[in-house]
């Protein structure tokens, strides 16, 4: 994709980096949200060629036209997402929600097993 992308500066927190994940995430980065991805330590997408998530094993990782990078913590996210790419960071619970107050989260985890609690988060923004 040749075009430049423009940045709205809105931060969207998008729970989940599997193939299906990594579409929406895709989407989002092209029309110019800041994008964080949360992924769990050793996480379960079966197409890991099409999967965002992969850059927790490799540290960098490109779907297509999306560049993600490992993120150790949540200060990392912050530099990996000022150089136009999109941090994987992993975070389970997603207690980085509360901290960083994105103006979206999106639930795209494909869960491989019942969760036993949800979590609601309420921001106030």
């Not at 890991?48 to 200060?75: C, F, K, N």
């Given at each position: ?49 099409v999967s965002i998530s992969t850059a927790i094993e490799y ?14 913590d949540s200060e990392m996210c912050q530099e990996i997402l ?44």
């Amino acid at each position: 994709m040749g075009e430049k992308r423009v940045n709205t500066g809105q931060l969207v927190i998008v729970r989940g980096g599997g193939d299906l994940a990594t579409g929406v995430v895709q989407k989002l980065w092209r029309c110019g949200f800041l994008v964080i991805v949360l992924e769990v330590a050793k996480p379960l997408a079966i197409r890991r060629t099409v999967s965002i998530s992969t850059a927790i094993e490799y540290g960098e990782y490109q779907v297509e036209d999306v560049p993600a990078v490992y993120a150790a913590d949540s200060e990392m996210c912050q530099e990996i997402l000022s150089s136009g790419k999109v941090p994987v960071l992993i975070d389970e619970e997603g207690a980085v929600i509360e901290k960083l107050k994105p103006a979206y989260v999106i639930d795209a985890i494909m869960a491989k097993k019942i969760l036993v609690h949800l979590k609601q988060w309420r921001l106030s923004l």
